[in-house]
């Protein structure tokens, strides 16, 4: 993005369209049968609580890298995004202007109850289940593996979506299976697998380390998967900076594990109403956003 720090949206507020869910970060409003309009606000969930200070053009950031993503990985999966201009859906200018660069028309689908998340690096709650157990989500793995360590392969690590306020779950494939069926589980496996082996290779270039990150698929009409929400976004993923990766220790990062650190450092039990940040907290953090983006999309 160029110039200064944009406007913060905590919430967007369109009247032309009917409001169906505020969610941690997005307010999904309904444009027809078919159609929804996505708006990425800049509001920062952490540990599953909505934080009560935006993070200036945080919003536009997750919109400008998902859109990117999703027309880089199209020949995957195909996606939710439509290319329908914003003023068709919008035709006041002063709510165009509220949403811009944040704001995409989707298609209407059908989301999949499971969070497809892969993990290339052992870390986060990834980490916690492997010096417990010796495994993440059912999967065993080698031991001795360090904190961070780069992973023999990719694992596929599914979770339970949770609704604003709760905590996403952890589940075994064999979970995943009963929810989606076994032949869609290990669909939805396999294409999550590829989409991160591609997106890594790509980020490797360009300075980005894919420790893990999470994809959302839907259904059509005709039942076929389609990549939905957001995708390889620093909200859904984390993103270290090769040049300064050491496994051993939790490596800096371009997403929203820098907030997480310091809201470790505070006597705060992880419910709402969650802590405010230090200016100093929300300057780091956008600028973290913005050079992600800067690197991937360069």
């Not at 069926?181 to 294409?191: K, L, P, S, T």
């Not at 389609?226 to 900076?241: H, K, Q």
């Given at each position: ?6 406007r913060a949206l905590y919430e967007s507020n369109l009247g032309d369209l009917t409001l169906l ?197 839907g259904l059509d009409e005709q039942d076929r998967l389609v990549l939905i929400d957001e995708a ?67």
């Amino acid at each position: 993005m160029s110039g200064g720090t944009p406007r913060a949206l905590y919430e967007s507020n369109l009247g032309d369209l009917t409001l169906l869910a505020r969610g941690k970060v997005r307010d999904i409003y309904a444009v027809d049968d078919q159609r929804l309009l996505i708006v990425a606000s800049d509001r920062l969930s952490a540990f599953d609580v909505i934080l009560p200070d935006p993070i200036p053009g945080k919003g536009q950031v997750l919109t400008a890298v998902s859109s990117f993503w999703f027309r880089r990985l199209s020949h995957v999966i195909p996606n939710h995004l439509l290319e329908t201009p914003l003023p068709e859906v919008l035709p006041d200018a002063a709510e165009r202007e509220q949403v811009a660069g944040r704001a995409v028309v989707v298609r209407r689908l059908r989301p999949l109850p499971v969070e497809a998340v892969v993990r290339g690096y052992l870390i986060g709650s990834g980490w916690k289940d492997y010096q417990r157990t010796g495994r993440v989500c059912g999967i065993d793995l080698p031991a001795g593996l360090r904190q961070a360590e780069r992973l023999p392969e990719p694992i596929f690590t599914p979770s339970t979506k949770a609704e604003a306020g709760d905590h996403d779950e952890n589940i075994d494939f064999q979970r995943a299976c009963e929810l989606l069926g076994q032949e869609r589980a290990a669909a939805v496996r396999d294409v999550a697998l590829r989409l991160y082996a591609e997106a890594a290779a790509y980020a490797r270039e360009r300075g980005i380390i894919i420790a893990d990150t999470k994809f959302e698929f839907g259904l059509d009409e005709q039942d076929r998967l389609v990549l939905i929400d957001e995708a390889l976004t620093p909200d859904s993923s984390r993103f270290w900076p090769a040049d300064e990766y050491r496994p051993g220790t939790s490596p800096p990062s371009f997403d929203k594990q820098f907030v997480r650190d310091y809201l470790e450092t505070l006597d705060w039990d992880k419910t709402a109403p969650g802590p405010r940040l230090p200016a100093e907290i929300i300057e780091q953090t956008a600028a973290k956003y913005r050079e992600a983006e800067r690197r991937l999309l360069a």
